[in-house]
C-alpha cells in the first residue's frame, strides 16, 4: 500500500523463547552470585581459623613496669653506682657513676656476676650483698661491692660500690706486715746464733771478740730497720708536719755527708759537695735529714770501692734541687718504677751483704711529699745513678733563721 509503514512484528510463538532465554541469564547470575559468596565466606572462615591458632599460641606480653618519678631524684644524690632492673632483665634507670664504672652497657649490665646475683633476689626477694671483680675491656679490673635488693612492681635496685682504692691499701697492709716479719726475723736469728756462738767459744777470746762485733752489726741492722719502720709509719699519710722550720740546705747536705764518710772512707769512695750560697727550704728538719741521708748512704753503699758520690744542690726558679749522684751499678729501666716500694731492692743479694733494709727510698718519697716535694730518677746500667730530691724554695725573712 502507498504510504503505509513497516512494522516489525513478533509471532506469537517468539514470546516463549524470549522468556526462556531470560529464565536462562537469571540462573547463571544467580550461579555467580552464589560462587562469589563462597568465596567471601571461604575467606572470612580461614582468615577467623589464623586468627583463632595465633591468639591460643603467642603468650601476652607483659607491660613495661612503671618506674616511679622520684627514682632519677634519688639516683642523682646516691654517691654508690645505682641500677634499676626490669623484670625482662633490662636496664631501666641507671645513676651516672654506674656508667663511669662501666656497668652498664644500653639497657644491659656488663657484669655477669652482678647480673647473677640479680636473678638470686628476683627468684626469692631476699636482698643480697657480694663482692667481686669486674673486668672492663681496656680497663684495669675493678674490685667492688654489690647489695641487690628488691623493689615494688617487679623492679630491682643494685648499688654498687667502688672499692678498688680500699682493696689496694689493704694489700699493701698485709704485703708490709709481711715484709716485716720477714726482714725482722733476718738480724733477729743472727743474734741468737751468734750468742750461742759467743757461749760455746768463751774460752777462746778471739772468736768471742769476732762473734760479738757481728752481734753490734746485726744489732745495729735491727736498730736501723726499726727506726725505719717508724719513720715509715709516721710519713706515710704524706701530711705536713708540725714541726716545720727553715733550713740551710747546706747544713742539711754536710750533715748526710758527715754520716756516710766513715763507711765512704772506708771503701775509698770520695764524698764531695756543691752547693749554691744562702738556700733555703721549709720542712721537718728531722725528715729531711734522714731522706738527704738516706740517699748519700745508698749511693755509697751501690758504688765500687775507688769511686766518687756527689752532692749538689741548687736553685731553679722556686725549687731548691739536691741531686746526689753515684757511678755504681745502675738501676736497670724495668725496675726504676718500682724502686719506690717498701723493701724492694733491685739486687736482693747485695742488699743482705751490705745491710739494706729496702725502705730508704720509700722513706725518701714520702718525706719529699709531707714536705711539699718530689723525687726524680736517672740511672743507666753500669753508668751509674742521680737522686734528685725537689723542694719549694724558701726565701728567709730577717731574724727567721739563727
Given at each position: 500500500m502507498n504510504g503505509s509503514r513497516n512494522h516489525d512484528t513478533i509471532c506469537p510463538g517468539d514470546s516463549g523463547l524470549l522468556q526462556f532465554a531470560a529464565y536462562d541469564r537469571l540462573v547463571e547470575v544467580s550461579e555467580i552470585l552464589v560462587g562469589a559468596a563462597g568465596i567471601v565466606v571461604g575467606a572470612l572462615v580461614t582468615f577467623w581459623w589464623r586468627y583463632s591458632e595465633r591468639s591460643q599460641t603467642e603468650i601476652p606480653q607483659a607491660p613495661t613496669p612503671e618506674v616511679p618519678p622520684e627514682i632519677d631524684t634519688v639516683l642523682s644524690v646516691l654517691r654508690s653506682s645505682a641500677v634499676v632492673m626490669g623484670s625482662d632483665e633490662k636496664v631501666l634507670r641507671s645513676s651516672a657513676p654506674a656508667v663511669a664504672l662501666g656497668l652498664v652497657s644500653g639497657d644491659h649490665l656488663r657484669s655477669e656476676k652482678l647480673l647473677d646475683l640479680v636473678r638470686q633476689v628476683r627468684r626469692d626477694g631476699e636482698v643480697r650483698e657480694a663482692e667481686f671483680e669486674i673486668r672492663v675491656r681496656r680497663r684495669a679490673p675493678i674490685f667492688v661491692r654489690a647489695r641487690v635488693a628488691p623493689l615494688p612492681n617487679g623492679l630491682t635496685l643494685a648499688l654498687v660500690e667502688d672499692r678498688t682504692d680500699e682493696e689496694r691499701v689493704q694489700a699493701l697492709r698485709r704485703d708490709f706486715v709481711a715484709n716485716v716479719s720477714h726482714e725482722l726475723k733476718t738480724p733477729i736469728g743472727a743474734i741468737n746464733l751468734l750468742a750461742e756462738a759467743v757461749g760455746e767459744a768463751k774460752d777462746d777470746p778471739e772468736a768471742v771478740e769476732r762473734f760479738s762485733a757481728r752481734m753490734r752489726t746485726e744489732s745495729d741492722r735491727l736498730t736501723r730497720l726499726v727506726q725505719q719502720i717508724i719513720d715509715l709509719s709516721r710519713l706515710q699519710s704524706d701530711v705536713a708536719s708540725e714541726n716545720q722550720t727553715a733550713i740551710k740546705v747546706g747544713e742539711l747536705v754536710g750533715e748526710a755527708i758527715e754520716h756516710s764518710q766513715t763507711d765512704a772512707q772506708s771503701r775509698q769512695i770520695k764524698l764531695s759537695q756543691e752547693c749554691e750560697p744562702d738556700l733555703f727550704v721549709r720542712g721537718d728538719r728531722a725528715e729531711l735529714h734522714a731522706a738527704v741521708s738516706n740517699l748519700v748512704e745508698n749511693a755509697v753503699t751501690y758504688s765500687p770501692t775507688e769511686s766518687a758520690v756527689s752532692v749538689k744542690a741548687v736553685r731553679e726558679d722556686d725549687d731548691v734541687r739536691i741531686t746526689v749522684s753515684d757511678r755504681g751499678i745502675g738501676i736497670p729501666p724495668e725496675e726504676q718504677e718500682r724502686i719506690f716500694e717498701r723493701f724492694y731492692r733491685v739486687d736482693p743479694a747485695r742488699a743482705r751483704a751490705t745491710g739494706g733494709t729496702g725502705l730508704g727510698l720509700s722513706i725518701?718519697?714520702?718525706?719529699?711529699a709531707s714536705n711539699g716535694g718530689s723525687v726524680e730518677v736517672w740511672s743507666?746500667?753500669?753508668?751509674?745513678?742521680?737522686?734528685?730530691?725537689?723542694?719549694?724554695?724558701?726565701d728567709v725573712d730577717e731574724g727567721e733563721y739563727e
Amino acid at each position: 500500500m502507498n504510504g503505509s509503514r513497516n512494522h516489525d512484528t513478533i509471532c506469537p510463538g517468539d514470546s516463549g523463547l524470549l522468556q526462556f532465554a531470560a529464565y536462562d541469564r537469571l540462573v547463571e547470575v544467580s550461579e555467580i552470585l552464589v560462587g562469589a559468596a563462597g568465596i567471601v565466606v571461604g575467606a572470612l572462615v580461614t582468615f577467623w581459623w589464623r586468627y583463632s591458632e595465633r591468639s591460643q599460641t603467642e603468650i601476652p606480653q607483659a607491660p613495661t613496669p612503671e618506674v616511679p618519678p622520684e627514682i632519677d631524684t634519688v639516683l642523682s644524690v646516691l654517691r654508690s653506682s645505682a641500677v634499676v632492673m626490669g623484670s625482662d632483665e633490662k636496664v631501666l634507670r641507671s645513676s651516672a657513676p654506674a656508667v663511669a664504672l662501666g656497668l652498664v652497657s644500653g639497657d644491659h649490665l656488663r657484669s655477669e656476676k652482678l647480673l647473677d646475683l640479680v636473678r638470686q633476689v628476683r627468684r626469692d626477694g631476699e636482698v643480697r650483698e657480694a663482692e667481686f671483680e669486674i673486668r672492663v675491656r681496656r680497663r684495669a679490673p675493678i674490685f667492688v661491692r654489690a647489695r641487690v635488693a628488691p623493689l615494688p612492681n617487679g623492679l630491682t635496685l643494685a648499688l654498687v660500690e667502688d672499692r678498688t682504692d680500699e682493696e689496694r691499701v689493704q694489700a699493701l697492709r698485709r704485703d708490709f706486715v709481711a715484709n716485716v716479719s720477714h726482714e725482722l726475723k733476718t738480724p733477729i736469728g743472727a743474734i741468737n746464733l751468734l750468742a750461742e756462738a759467743v757461749g760455746e767459744a768463751k774460752d777462746d777470746p778471739e772468736a768471742v771478740e769476732r762473734f760479738s762485733a757481728r752481734m753490734r752489726t746485726e744489732s745495729d741492722r735491727l736498730t736501723r730497720l726499726v727506726q725505719q719502720i717508724i719513720d715509715l709509719s709516721r710519713l706515710q699519710s704524706d701530711v705536713a708536719s708540725e714541726n716545720q722550720t727553715a733550713i740551710k740546705v747546706g747544713e742539711l747536705v754536710g750533715e748526710a755527708i758527715e754520716h756516710s764518710q766513715t763507711d765512704a772512707q772506708s771503701r775509698q769512695i770520695k764524698l764531695s759537695q756543691e752547693c749554691e750560697p744562702d738556700l733555703f727550704v721549709r720542712g721537718d728538719r728531722a725528715e729531711l735529714h734522714a731522706a738527704v741521708s738516706n740517699l748519700v748512704e745508698n749511693a755509697v753503699t751501690y758504688s765500687p770501692t775507688e769511686s766518687a758520690v756527689s752532692v749538689k744542690a741548687v736553685r731553679e726558679d722556686d725549687d731548691v734541687r739536691i741531686t746526689v749522684s753515684d757511678r755504681g751499678i745502675g738501676i736497670p729501666p724495668e725496675e726504676q718504677e718500682r724502686i719506690f716500694e717498701r723493701f724492694y731492692r733491685v739486687d736482693p743479694a747485695r742488699a743482705r751483704a751490705t745491710g739494706g733494709t729496702g725502705l730508704g727510698l720509700s722513706i725518701v718519697k714520702h718525706v719529699a711529699a709531707s714536705n711539699g716535694g718530689s723525687v726524680e730518677v736517672w740511672s743507666e746500667p753500669d753508668l751509674g745513678s742521680s737522686f734528685t730530691l725537689v723542694l719549694p724554695a724558701w726565701d728567709v725573712d730577717e731574724g727567721e733563721y739563727e
